[in-house]
């Protein structure tokens, strides 16, 4: 694992350096690419394939959307805008990634028409019994211990133990135990994954977009010790990487 390690950190250098020499207007196109992959993936690891033109029509205002489709383009549309408060709060660090900022996540990707469906008490409610249908097949929290668990998670990610691990690991980690717990019918695994690539963000790395191609080895190593999800996690960082390091050298080239 330490060689992964490795390989990140060196390439996430690089990217650095690509970005030290940023053009006017060449990080919102980078950050706009990244963002339709994130959607794109993350939802297909949900089970849920979506088109260029989905995906383009949920997020450009401009184009007027058919009517019948306003509930899922409202999904991706939530979806967009938690990925922006992540990455807005990951340059940032503030607020702190604790219950009120997943609680926030859930929120968002919950909203109907932009309208939050969730008031006072109610928001960000944990689920009160045990799916019988759901795309995870690993053991999950019950709901009596669900408060408990996530309390005992917010301890662990600011303990000497999670501080003294590799940014992957950590954020990995941190993941693992998230959609362990389950704490929402709706939307767990899409917070796990946010929550841990808001961790990356904060450590100065760019996120682990999961691809869809991964996504039967995904549940699989949920249902393993965490090492198995800090390898895989640590993979699709390397790609985004590569990815990101090929956009802007192009860039840069062009504007030379």
């Known amino acids: 694992m330490n060689q992964l390690y490795y390989e990140i950190d060196r390439k996430m250098e690089l990217v650095r350096q690509y970005l030290d020499e940023n053009v006017e207007g060449q990080l919102d196109e980078f950050y706009e690419r990244l963002d339709f992959s994130w959607i794109y993936h993350d939802n297909a690891l949900e089970g849920v394939v979506l088109s260029f033109h989905e995906l383009n029509s949920a997020i450009d205002p401009d184009i007027i959307s ?21 990455r807005m709060t990951g340059a940032k660090k503030k607020p702190a990634i604790n219950l009120d900022y997943l609680k926030r996540l859930y929120t968002m990707l919950s909203q109907e028409g932009g309208v939050s469906k969730d008031k006072g008490k109610a928001a960000g409610q944990y689920r009160k019994d045990n799916p019988l249908h759901r795309l995870y097949f690993h053991e999950i929290a019950p709901p009596e211990k669900i408060s408990y668990q996530m309390r005992k998670l917010m301890q662990w990610m ?14 990995s980690v941190a993941h693992h135990k998230l959609i362990g717990i389950y704490p929402w019918p709706k939307h767990s695994g ?7 690539n808001a961790m990356l963000l904060r450590d100065g790395l760019l996120p682990s977009v999961i691809h869809a191609i ?28 590569d990815a990101a390091a090929r956009f802007l050298e192009e860039e840069v080239r062009a504007a030379s």
């Open 190 to 196: 899409k917070i796990a994954r946010l929550t841990m």
């Open 158 to 171: 600011t303990s000497d133990e999670a501080k003294k691990m590799h940014p992957v690991r950590r954020a």
């Open 214 to 241: 991964e996504r039967q080895r995904y549940y699989e190593v949920l249902r393993q010790p965490p090492e198995g999800l800090t390898r895989l996690v640590g993979e699709s960082l390397v790609s985004t990487l």
């Open 66 to 86: 058919d009517a019948s489709l306003i509930p899922a383009y409202d999904e991706i549309s939530n979806h967009k805008e938690a990925i922006g408060y992540v």
